[in-house]
């Protein structure tokens, strides 16, 4: 008698630790709900916006990133939107591009980062545009590269083109 009282009791004691730790588990759970839809979220958003880009602006950046690595700078200027020679002259932004070569180099790859799409009636950049950014390695370093385009006529246009890099120090 006293060996099934014993084994029930260690029975009962297996089952309350379970029941506590099941009541652990059940409060934690809430907690790892959140967590996996945060993460299932944002891999989505993510994905989202990597889709989300038309692929005539990825036509756009594609055809400027070609026209620096070939040191047509002019062009880019003759073909950027209007914001883009309202900020800077034709020798100022040929003189930026001609120091992001020599401090840089060309492009070696391109990695998307973010992309942030924007529909504005006023502001700097009013219309609808797209800012994207890239994880960039050059020649001679790596950067973060920013093209800011606007659409205007149907036709995506550079507004803004920026490199955050410590080679350009």
């Not at 099941?22 to 993510?46: D, H, M, Q």
């Not at 950027?80 to 070569?101: G, M």
Request: glycine residues 6%.
């Amino acid at each position: 008698m006293q060996v099934v009282n014993a084994k029930c009791k260690i029975k009962n004691e297996k089952l309350r630790t379970g029941s506590r730790l099941t009541s652990k588990v059940a409060r934690r759970l809430p907690f790892a709900f959140l967590i996996f839809n945060f993460a299932f979220f944002s891999a989505c958003a993510l994905k989202a916006s990597r889709g989300g880009i038309p692929s005539q602006a990825q036509e756009a950046i594609d055809k400027v990133s070609d026209d620096i690595n070939e040191g047509r700078y002019e062009k880019i200027y003759n073909e950027a939107a209007e914001e883009w020679r309202q900020a800077t002259t034709l020798e100022q932004s040929n003189a930026t591009f001609k120091t992001l070569k020599e401090k840089l180099g060309n492009v070696k790859s391109r990695s998307f980062h973010s992309a942030t799409e924007q529909n504005s009636t006023s502001g700097q950049l009013p219309g609808h545009s797209f800012i994207i950014d890239y994880k960039t390695t050059f020649d001679k370093g790596d950067g973060m590269e920013t093209f800011t385009l606007v659409e205007r006529d149907g036709h995506w246009l550079l507004a803004r083109y920026f490199v955050n890099s410590n080679a350009l120090k």
